[in-house]
């Protein structure tokens, strides 16, 4: 049933890197936008980053600069390298897939990174 293999999370330290991968089941077809979104304690999911097939990135303005999105549309793969950690970061991380051919998104059950000292 798992559409998504997420690895990369775990504990780090402040200032420390941590780098996420997520990809996606070949039963999924024709994946346009592919990104990662976040959900912290008591807090709304939040839009992280996202990348197209053709290799556009959006950010959010929180992690911009820090973290970098980037795909091998061969694997469809994911992945998010973050820089420069900070507690703030703590979250659990989606994965998300946007189909072409179904016209729907997809998510990932989710990884948790924490950031602490």
């Known amino acids: 049933q798992a559409q998504f293999v997420e690895s990369g999370g775990g504990l780090v330290q402040p200032g420390g890197s941590l780098k996420l991968s997520c990809a996606a089941s070949?039963?999924?077809?024709?994946?346009?936008?592919m990104g990662w979104y976040r959900q912290a304690p008591g807090k709304q999911r939040e839009l992280v980053a996202t990348?197209?097939?053709?290799?556009?990135?959006n950010y959010s303005d929180s992690v911009k600069g820090r973290f970098t999105i980037s795909r091998d549309n061969a694997k469809n793969t994911v992945y998010l390298q973050m820089n420069r950690l900070k507690p703030e970061d703590t979250a659990v991380y989606y994965c998300?897939?946007?189909?072409?051919?179904?016209?729907?998104?997809?998510w990932g059950q989710g990884i948790q990174v924490n950031v602490s000292s």
């Open positions: 998300n897939a946007y189909s072409l051919s179904t016209r729907r998104n997809y």
């Open positions: 070949g039963s999924i077809f024709s994946i346009y936008v």
């Open positions: 990348v197209t097939s053709r290799d556009s990135t």
